[in-house]
Structure formats: C-alpha cells, structure tokens
C-alpha cells in the first residue's frame, strides 16, 4: 500500500480552502505543501505532521503519536499519528491543525537550481 487514499481525501477537506496549497507525492506517500513548505503528509496509513519541535512535551498524554525516524534519524520536528485515533473528523482536524500552526514560523527548504 502506498498510501491511504481515504485519508488523504479526508485531510483535503480540511485544507482545500488554504490559497497556496500543492500535493506532493514523495516519500511512498503523499505530501501537502502549504505556502511551499512540507506541512502534512501521508505516509501508508499514517499522518505525517511536521510540528514545532518544542511543542512534543504537550502531547506527551495523547495516544497514538510516535516521533518520525528515517533510516535510524530522528526526524526533528516531525511525528506521525496513526490512523486509529483520527476517526472522527473533530480529532483529525485537531491534529492537522498543529501542523497549520508552526507553518508559517517553519522554515522553507532551500530551492533546487
């Protein structure tokens, strides 16, 4: 499975009124880009969401969030969410909204020549 489309569809709904928004697909998942800077993701069936980094104290009580690790690298700044605890919308949208908020202070990568 690359990605869950049924996730990502419900993650559209949420974003499709942002005025700078672009799709993405990398990583062997999806990636929603808001004002051209990695915001929200899915990866399989899991949320990718790229957060303040000194903001994973305060979720320290939420369940079924994790800190994402590629090729043994903790990913600073970005955590994943299991499908399980978004099943309804008002819990998806609360997770997808601390992404929204560290956007604009999170930093653009640098452009390709």
Same mark, same amino acid.
């Given at each position: 499975m690359r990605y869950d489309e049924n996730l990502a569809n419900r993650i559209r709904e949420k974003l499709m009124f942002l005025p700078i #928004?672009?799709?993405?697909?990398?990583f062997s998942g999806l990636v929603f880009?808001? !004002?051209g800077k990695m915001c929200i993701g899915v990866m399989k069936n899991k949320i990718m #969401?790229?957060? !303040?980094?000194?903001?994973?104290?305060?979720l320290? !009580?939420? !369940?079924?969030?994790?800190?994402?690790?590629?090729?043994m690298t903790v990913m600073k700044g970005y955590i994943l969410v299991s499908e399980d605890v978004v099943n309804q919308n008002k819990d998806l949208?609360?997770? #997808?909204?601390l992404a929204l908020e560290f956007?604009?202070?999170a930093k653009a990568s640098k452009k390709k020549k």
């Open positions: #928004l672009e799709e993405k697909e990398m880009m808001v !004002d #969401l790229r957060i !303040d980094p000194e903001s994973l104290t305060s320290e !009580d939420k !369940d079924g969030w994790e800190q994402m690790v590629m090729k949208y609360w997770w #997808l909204d956007n604009p202070r």
